[in-house]
């Protein structure tokens, strides 16, 4: 089954209402109701960049009260509490550990944007304690992972966004229907790109801990190790342990928007080719990668660099849908057609009010239990993209991928990295 939605779908989806023909048909059985005249309560765990901006839309929402915010860095907290007070004049309670969110039983979600290896035991332990999700892209720092949080998901009949805020656009929606319906012809490869100047991060030695930051729960599921500060605020992308390269990092995003419009699954095949070929730093990731998805008659290709300014196609984040009769374009916020010998078509107005749209679309279907717009199986299937190509890197071969299994053929090296290493207190919990 795809995960396409057609404008219709959309609309119906975003309303909360159930889009059929879509995952969204296919919704939780007993997902808690919380009446119109209801405030949503909720957490946020992670607000020093992400979760912060996250709180402020929530906090925006006049039926949204935010009791928490949660943080392993008190150093951080202070700009996000403050943010929240004066939207909803009302200061939220601030904890270090997610787990006293999930105790108290006014909870109804929990807003996750720590960094990428938290988030699959964060989403789990919450849906096991009753609570909705809202959990940032990547969904997960692992394939098994993202598997593991779909089953959380469905067996407590929690509403799990994943925070791919594309999703929530019409006017990518009208984009995807104009793909589908085969307007473009048969689509038989697609490019999706970013290119960005990020900054040498340098080499950092292990030091202290600075006061007021609870590493040893930052750490979490990684293993026990020194504090850095190559490995902890933001830098910590850029090291396997804890993050998943540019590729999880806005590499997610492009493939979401590709996936979403070819209609398409899992590849058959994944071949990755780059390396770290600019920076000399602490950085671990690529910062140059080139990533190749086989399907039948159709070729998926994600680029990065990191230090590049030169954009592709007039901008340093898009897709294009190449078809037999046209090429549509996207940016990520409106999207056009060019056609051979012929002016180039606009789509609709860019649509630049993704947020609060993508968080409103979560609060509906908690009320009405319907599937999200990017719902976690389709944030898994597009992270585990990411997954993939990141994989292929790190072994440096084309590998063939079954989708069924969840698993690569034949291949143990390959196998290997489809999970992690966990610190005995902080294994994966079973669902």
């Known amino acids: 089954m795809t995960d396409s939605l057609s404008r219709r779908g959309f609309l119906q989806a975003t309303s909360g209402a159930v889009a059929a023909g879509s995952l969204s048909a296919l919704a939780p059985k007993s997902a808690r109701a919380v009446s119109a005249n209801e405030k949503f309560v909720i957490g946020v765990m992670g607000v ?17 009260q935010i009791a928490y915010v949660c943080d392993v860095d008190e150093n951080v907290v ?3 509490v403050k943010l929240v007070e004066d939207k909803q004049k009302k200061a939220p309670q601030v904890v270090d550990d997610f787990r006293r969110v999930l105790d108290d039983p006014s909870i109804d979600g929990l807003v996750i944007a720590a960094p990428d290896h938290w988030h699959a035991l964060a989403t789990i332990h919450a849906c096991q304690a009753g609570k909705h999700v809202y959990v940032e892209k990547p969904v997960s720092h692992n394939v098994v992972e993202g598997r593991r949080m779909i089953e959380a998901a469905r067996k407590h009949d929690r509403v799990v966004q994943a925070g791919t805020q594309r999703r929530s656009s019409e006017a990518l929606a009208g984009m995807v229907e104009y793909l589908q319906s085969g307007q473009a012809g048969k689509l038989h490869f697609a490019r999706t790109w970013i290119t960005s100047t990020r900054p040498n991060i340098g080499y950092a030695k292990d030091t202290t801990k600075p006061a007021g930051v609870n590493y040893d729960l930052w750490l979490g599921p990684a293993p026990s190790r020194a504090f850095n ?3 902890f605020h933001y830098n910590w992308h850029w090291n396997w342990l804890y993050g998943t390269g540019e590729m999880g990092n806005n590499g997610i995003h492009g493939l979401d928007l590709a996936r979403w419009g070819l209609g398409v699954g899992a590849p058959d095949a994944v071949v990755s080719s780059g390396g ?8 671990l990731t690529p910062d140059t990668q080139i990533v190749c998805f086989e399907y039948p008659g159709l070729t998926l290709m994600w680029e990065h660099r990191t230090w590049s300014p030169h954009q592709i196609a007039g901008s340093n984040f898009g897709v294009e ?51 999200p717009n990017a719902d976690i199986e389709i944030g898994h299937g597009s992270t585990m993209l990411c997954h993939l190509g990141n994989i292929s890197q790190r072994v440096g071969r084309k590998l063939k991928w079954d989708a069924a299994a969840e698993r690569f053929a034949d291949d143990a090296e390959a196998n290997a990295l489809l999970s992690r290493e966990y610190r005995e207190s902080w294994t994966l919990p079973t669902v």
């Open 321 to 371: 849908f190449h078809g037999e009769k046209a090429v549509v374009t996207t940016d990520g916020k409106t999207w056009s057609i060019s056609r051979p010998k012929a002016e180039k078509e606009p789509g609709p107005k860019a649509d630049t009010t993704l947020e609060p749209k993508h968080q409103r679309n979560w609060l509906d279907c908690i009320r009405t239990a319907a599937r």
């Open 229 to 231: 500060l190559n490995h």
């Open 276 to 283: 770290k070929h600019f920076f000399d730093d602490d950085q």
């Open 48 to 64: 020093k960049g992400r979760g912060k901006a996250l709180a402020g839309t929530f906090a925006s929402l006049p039926d949204v």
């Open 78 to 80: 202070g700009p996000c």
